[in-house]
């Protein structure tokens, strides 16, 4: 049987906590075995796109893909596939717009846990929409923050989200009139914006303080800038969350770095930081994680958002999807 999962489904569904402790570990036992995730497919037609992420992950017993569609006028829809990795069946056929942006938040807070200081309590937020709101709740979960300075364009969109999350965080939230003004003195600087198609960074890398840990999630296109290239370049560990080269192809902040410092590499990636083959060695180091989002984090939120639902009997089960043919 298959269980389909609309996005009210998801979102009545995904708690960040234990969102982050479950794709924490799914990434953890991936990166002790050999998972496959290839490259992501880009097709442009017109003016609509089309990615495929795929990927067969060992440790969670499971294979499946990520694919969205966009076009200029009509928005993006997300869909992720989960079949048994043994059996072929497929298990779950989940809308992922709101679970991208849940997996966004909870891959933040796995690197987060390991990245910032323990005694981070202060946030510097650049953005306020719903992937601000997710990386915020996801550092929230791993730290004990009680002041966050928040900063967006627009002053209604800062004051807004002010008022929509104290609440739900335990946390003081400031809106602020200035991006110096969100991350100076901050502990941890959440960047969860983009300035659009040609537009310049939202953060550069000139604020950086001492012992500060950056979390960079919106450069996820060629086209898309976020940091400075000195936000790169300057931190004492940089890690990513996919190999370099697939993200230099991935992120035009890292297609800037690449014009002005071609042998520039991070520290590792997200499963060397799992496997503590990189770090923060002390509390002056200036850290930054840079993520574009894989098939492999997809999955497994995609698998846990699974398990829950079949636990609650949410969702809508049919007929399996994929029986097996004999020729």
């Not at 928040?150 to 008022?163: G, H, I, L, Q, T």
């Not at 960047?191 to 659009?196: E, H, I, K, P, Y």
Request: with cysteine; hydrophobic share 45%; aromatic share 4%.
């Amino acid at each position: 049987m298959t269980l389909i999962l609309s996005d009210k489904d998801v979102r009545g569904l995904g708690d960040m906590s234990s969102l982050v402790e479950l794709l924490g570990s799914g990434l953890r036992a991936e990166a002790e075995t050999t998972a496959v995730v290839p490259a992501r497919v880009n097709l442009d037609h017109g003016e609509s796109m089309l990615r495929v992420m795929p990927a067969i992950l060992p440790g969670a017993g499971i294979l499946g893909l990520k694919f969205f569609h966009g076009t200029l006028s009509g928005g993006i829809r997300y869909s992720v596939i989960v079949s048994d990795l043994a059996s072929g069946e497929v298990l779950a056929c989940v809308d992922a717009a709101y679970l991208t942006a849940l997996r966004t938040g909870a891959t933040s807070g796995v690197a987060t846990r390991h990245l910032a200081r323990a005694d981070a309590a202060r946030v510097g937020l650049i953005g306020s929409g719903l992937e601000a709101e997710t990386n915020l709740a996801a550092v929230c979960a791993v730290r004990p923050i009680s002041e966050v300075k928040v900063y967006s364009r627009n002053p209604e969109n800062r004051a807004d989200f002010a008022v929509r999350m104290a609440p739900r965080l335990d946390a003081e939230i400031v809106p602020v009139a200035s991006p110096e003004a969100a991350v100076t003195g901050a502990d941890i600087v959440v960047v969860a914006t983009n300035t659009g198609r040609g537009g310049a960074p939202a953060f550069h890398g000139s604020c950086l303080e001492a012992g500060q840990h950056v979390v960079s999630i919106g450069s996820t296109a060629p086209f898309l800038r976020e940091l400075d290239a000195e936000a790169f370049t300057r931190p004492d560990v940089v890690v990513f969350d996919v190999a370099h080269d697939a993200m230099v192809h991935e992120s035009g902040d890292l297609s800037a770095v690449a014009d002005v410092s071609p042998e520039w590499r991070p520290a590792g990636t997200l499963a060397d930081l799992l496997a503590d083959r990189v770090g923060r060695d002390d509390d002056a180091q200036v850290t930054l994680f840079k993520s574009v989002g894989s098939a492999a984090q997809d999955l497994i939120a995609a698998e846990a958002i699974y398990r829950l639902a079949c636990d609650q009997g949410v969702g809508l089960v049919v007929p399996d999807l994929s029986e097996p043919k004999t020729f």
